[in-house]
């Protein structure tokens, strides 16, 4: 659509253009908060025009002052109908911060209508880069003392985010529509987001994420713990007329959004299974025969399952939030250097503990129970994983020798590697295989799978590949001959560290021996034939 100059210059005079007015919401109550205003030209003969066709033309031709004082008309004067504290956000242009006189041009119009400024944000897009920052910044000083809010628009989309939000007073963070979606499909937006909504905390913003068109894109974003949200979904932009109907039509019913802290998902699994997996992982997480939980770094209880909270002797509800020493003072010394280990990186995998009985008179239990610290992106370790077998059945029907249970103990260090984007140039550890080095030649290149049982080299090979192909985490499983020349199961996982371009630069992970724990699983799969299935389902398959 093409529209002329002289066109947007009667449109000003004829008053044909008019402020429609979408709704903001808190996300994880449906709580209205206020009305994003947006430009609409009532065209007499081309209907509706969007504002990409009109706006660039107002801002190159000194218009873009006129337009922002008619907006702020129409808005404040609509508002006199919108109950306290209903906030109204108003866009500006970037090249309107240059205008020392707009600071007083907002306070009389708001004036006028009586509106008090602390209920007006006032948006501004970074897309366009400020020439001049030092100018900006007094005018953004000076709404800010008028008592208005500040917004970073369409946050992501420019190429000089960061460097505006150092420097002015900004208060709320626009996550822009083009990362909100592919939020529920895209496992890089959905990791932008997460950073960004990270971002907007620690410098006190609010994130408000925009065009939200579907639930499932809402359910990610309240996971992700964006505080505010518009799009579709909650509301298109609307008449000044429309504008009771629609206060009066919230709060809208809360989204339902299972509580993450009662799932297996733990902030890396967040990112890396899509939505759809979780409710079935939940089942999978509670049904199998294991005890499952996972500690952050100061020891609480993220997550744990309901077999885990039985074997507690306590619900799951009881557990989450406390820590492994205020829950369970009698049984901690037994944990405590273990889980200091982890906390260090180290993977430690069937550790025998005999274990107290919760309540006087209630019989010792015999427990195997594995460390496995989970890291982030930046390879520190946020928490640990433990999974608890209890095999004092087991044991005291002979079918697992003491002296066996005892030998899983077991002393191996996660051995770290790394490669490139492309699954070449790989750094593996000399630990890997325990080997000399003579012996490990041709680490670096691809001939590491040499080293693979050939019924493993298929999923491994796969598996690499996927996880090049879609930048999803690696988790595998395989047997590799060791210095004595037998095969031992180790369990690869890593995950890709992303660039400023959104890139994959590199990936780093590492391997654990879970030779023990592989031998366990098949005495304990022999024996118990009707939760094979299950416990299966608890040990992550191979890609
Ligand atoms: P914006 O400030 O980022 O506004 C959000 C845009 O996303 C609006 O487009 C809105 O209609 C659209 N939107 C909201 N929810 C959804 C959704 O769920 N899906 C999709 N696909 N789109 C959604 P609109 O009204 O066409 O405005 C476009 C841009 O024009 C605005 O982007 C803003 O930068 C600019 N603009 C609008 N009004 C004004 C104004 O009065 N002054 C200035 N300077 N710029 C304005
Ligand atoms: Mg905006
Ligand atoms: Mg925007």
Known sequence: MFVELVDVVGALDRDEL??????????????????????????????????????????????????????LHNAFQTATALPDPLTLAVNLSPIQLRHSTLPRQIQETAEEFGFPLTRLTLEITESALLHN???????????????CSLALDDFGTGYSSLRHLQALPFDV??????????????????????AMVGLARSLNLTAVAEGIEMERQAQMLIRLDCEQGQGWLYGRPAAAEDLPA???????????????????????????????????????????PVGLCFLDKQ??????????????????ESHLGHTIQEKYPKWFP??????????????????????????????????????????????????????????????????IA???????????????????????????????????????????KLAWLDALHPDDLRAATMAIKVALRTGAPIDMEYRVRDADQQWRWMRSRGSARIGTD???TRWFGSVVDIHERKQLEEVLLKSKPPSASAFDAATPAPL
């Open 246 to 288: 629609i206060v009066a039509a919230f709060p809208r019913e809360p989204l339902n959004v299972p509580n993450v802290s009662n799932e297996v998902v733990t902030v890396s699994s967040l990112e890396a299974r899509p939505m759809q997996r979780l409710a079935q992982l939940q089942a999978i997480y509670d049904g199998v």
């Open 334 to 399: 037994l944990f405590e250097p273990y889980l200091l280990r982890a906390l260090q990186g180290e993977a430690i995998s069937g550790v025998e503990i005999l274990r107290p009985g919760a309540m006087p008179g209630d019989p010792d239990r015999t427990i195997l129970v594995s460390y496995q610290p989970a890291w982030d992106e930046a390879e520190e370790v946020i928490g640990i994983s433990l999974s608890v077998l209890d095999i004092t059945e087991q044991i005291r029907l002979g079918e």
């Open 402 to 444: 003491r002296e066996n249970a005892s030998d899983i103990v077991e002393t191996g260090r996660a051995v770290p590697w790394s490669m490139d984007r492309n699954g070449l140039n790989l750094h593996l550890d000399a630990r890997w295989r325990n080997v000399p080095e003579s012996e490990r030649k041709g680490l670096h």
């Open 133 to 147: 920052l030092d100018s900006a910044k007094i005018v953004a000083r000076e709404l800010k003392n008028l008592g």
């Open 299 to 316: 020891l609480r209880y993220v997550s744990l399952n309901r077999r885990l909270a039985d074997m507690n002797g306590a619900s799951v």
């Open 18 to 71: 008019a402020a429609s007015f979408q709704p903001i919401v808190e996300l994880r109550t449906g709580r209205l908060t206020g009305f994003e205003v947006l430009a609409r030209w009532r065209h007499p003969e081309l209907g509706l025009v969007l504002p990409e066709n009109f706006i660039f033309l107002a801002e190159t031709n000194g218009l873009i002052g006129s337009l922002t004082k008619q907006m």
């Open 502 to 504: 959104g890139e994959i």
């Open 173 to 194: 963070l626009k996550i822009d529509r083009s990362f909100v979606s592919a939020i529920s499909s895209a496992r890089e937006s959905r990791k932008i987001v997460a």
